[in-house]
């Protein structure tokens, strides 16, 4: 099992013949990912060829669904085209769209967002490195090499700790790995990745990497709180952060005790999720709660 994303699940790419879309597309398709089909109106009815597959472009979103039967889309347009992207694979009714593009104005996100959710399709992103379960798919950047498939799902707000926590823990291996983005305003929740996580039988542990900015991780403390039964192990990045400055992905000036990393901390720590000092002794932490959990089970 995972979430979200599994080996039947059938990919189109809006943006394939551009020069980061072709080089993600072969590296998606070298991991297995089913990738149907480009997107690009100006390139319709060619076929690009990508070592042993040859991959056919389609001149919407709608279209590509129709001939391929495809529910998933990741986004590799430029930021200007984002928004219109976005809207035209919520129109389609696509089930998942994936957004990588980064520097998408937020008034373009915020726009594209609320369209999608009355359409009915999941964001993840933007400026997110997509999501992979490993063994079976990966859709977006996300390097699909360097860990196995497990039984501990991740969802992060960074990119680079998303790789640092699964290079880490490669020898227990994930259900999934899903990188939320982290701009001020995102699609898929660390809340709605938690959800999914409780759900999936196949996920016996949940990390969770957060960033300083916002409260995003003040509310997920709040819905492990009252909804997770499985342990939780989480990091937040930022702690050497200087007050008063946007950080990065941040996507909040922090001010006072809101929003900082100690903050976020003491809000997880509340509700009994251990929380590493840094990235290693996160995956420290993951061990040994697996341990425990282990022993508990065997006892």
Do not use: W
């Not at 597309?25 to 040859?54: H, Q, S």
């Not at 960074?158 to 490669?170: A, D, K, N, P, V």
């Not at 509700?271 to 341990?291: I, K, N, Y």
């Amino acid at each position: 099992m995972a979430i979200f994303l599994t080996k039947e699940s059938k990919v189109l790419v809006q943006g394939m013949t551009g020069g980061e879309g072709m080089k993600h597309t072969r590296r998606m398709l070298a991991a297995g990912t089913d990738v149907v089909g480009g997107v690009n109106p100006r390139k319709a009815g060619r076929t690009v060829d990508f070592d042993d597959r040859a991959v056919p472009v389609f001149g919407s979103v709608r279209e590509g669904m129709e001939a391929t039967g495809a529910e998933v889309s990741v986004v590799f347009v430029p930021p200007a085209f984002a928004k219109a992207a976005v809207v035209e694979a919520a129109d389609a009714r696509i089930g998942l769209a994936v957004v990588i593009t980064e520097g998408i104005p937020v008034h373009d996100s915020v726009a594209f967002h609320a369209h999608a959710a009355k359409k009915g399709t999941r964001v993840i992103g933007p400026n997110c490195p997509g999501l992979i379960t490993p063994g079976q798919s990966n859709a977006g950047i996300i390097p699909a090499d360097i860990t196995k498939p497990g039984r501990i799902g991740l969802v992060s707000k960074s990119g680079t700790l998303t790789y640092q926590l699964m290079y880490e823990l490669r020898d227990i291996g994930f259900s999934t790995c899903v990188g939320i983005g982290g701009d001020p305003v995102v699609g898929t929740t660390h809340i709605d990745c938690l959800a999914a996580f409780q759900e999936d039988p196949d996920t016996e542990l949940i990390v969770l990497i957060g960033e300083i900015g916002g409260d995003a991780e003040e509310r997920a403390a709040a819905y492990i709180r009252d909804h997770i039964t499985k342990p939780v192990v989480g990091y937040i990045a930022g702690f050497t952060a200087p007050e008063g400055k946007t950080m990065g992905h941040a996507g909040a000036i922090v001010s006072g005790s809101s929003g900082t990393a100690q903050a976020k901390k003491n809000a997880l720590e509340a509700v009994g999720v251990r929380v590493g000092g840094t990235p290693t002794d996160t995956a420290r932490l993951v061990l040994a709660q697996l341990e425990t959990e282990r022993d508990v089970t065997h006892s």
